[in-house]
């Protein structure tokens, strides 16, 4: 059976500037019981020291990139980072990697993006060359190749804007004993229509990336469903909204479809806040 594993996935602890109102809010998530924080790594060619400041600030919660961009990261560098991490705070830092997009990264690197796929596989054998463990990394896969790379070089898989459909997809290829944990966005708002609003903000820009796109369109999603920031249908089964209660239902999905941890994202609706009173009533509905 799954574990139940409940985490925080929110770009405000990359983003936000105040480092004591970072670590702050990191504490308050730890307190709340909440398993494990991941945050981007942005488009920097370093590890942003961020993760090691909530790292030293807290005592027990687990840190995740979610992601690092292999193209903007040399292998090296990057399993000497985790070593020291790891040596550290053991056990408390995942290393995610991805594929990012190619708009990104021909946008901020002198890289042209292809063959994704073979650049995952040539950067694994890079970490591994320079001795990082693969079950301290997982992988940020969408389509069965890449989630079955997850399956054999890394200690699972990190989808990011998916439904539970897709988890149940998920858990086939990668088995049992390889973690699964998907990011789930959500918004506590009980009104039908700001809630779809504030989603909608979220879902228009992703769904102008081909990777989601061609993820959703394998799971029988139109180009009706697609458009506009995503039909009523297809927010309501990318982002639960609602009362704290039925953004639990919405997770609880993921879990039943084979989900050993999710990272709940709290959409604000563009505000660089960190949602503290929203985090506090799912850790009651949640945890």
Do not use: C
């Amino acid at each position: 059976m799954a574990q139940r594993l409940v985490s925080v996935w929110q770009p405000y602890f990359l983003g936000g500037d105040d480092d004591g109102a970072v670590i702050a809010a990191a504490a308050e998530l730890e307190d709340l019981g909440f398993h494990r924080l991941w945050f981007s790594a942005g488009f920097g060619h370093h590890v942003p020291a961020r993760f090691r400041q909530v790292l030293d600030g807290t005592t027990r919660l687990g840190v995740a990139t979610g992601i690092l961009s292999i193209w903007h990261s040399e292998p090296a560098e990057v399993a000497a980072y985790t070593a020291e991490t790891d040596d550290a705070h053991p056990g408390r830092f995942l290393l995610g990697l991805g594929t990012s997009h190619a708009v990104l990264v021909d946008k901020t690197t002198a890289s042209a993006y292809r063959r994704p796929y073979s650049k995952m596989v040539s950067y694994l054998d890079g970490l591994d060359a320079a001795g990082q463990r693969p079950e301290s990394r997982i992988l940020a896969a969408l389509g069965p190749r890449m989630m079955e790379l997850a399956r054999d070089r890394a200690a699972g898989a990190h989808p990011y804007f998916t439904t539970a459909e897709h988890t149940a997809e998920a858990r086939g290829i990668l088995g049992a004993g390889r973690l699964l944990a998907p990011e789930v966005a959500v918004v506590l708002e009980p009104d039908e229509q700001r809630a779809r609003a504030v989603a909608r903000q979220y879902t228009a820009g992703y769904l102008t990336l081909p990777n989601y796109v061609n993820n959703l369109r394998r799971f029988g999603w139109t180009d009706e469903d697609l458009a506009g920031g995503g039909s009523d249908r297809l927010v309501d089964a990318l982002i639960p909204w609602g009362s704290p209660e039925r953004v639990a239902a919405g997770v609880d999905a993921h879990f039943a479809a084979g989900a050993d941890e999710v990272a709940v994202q709290v959409l604000t609706g563009g505000e660089p806040i960190f949602p503290a009173e929203a985090f506090r009533k799912l850790a009651a509905a949640l945890i």
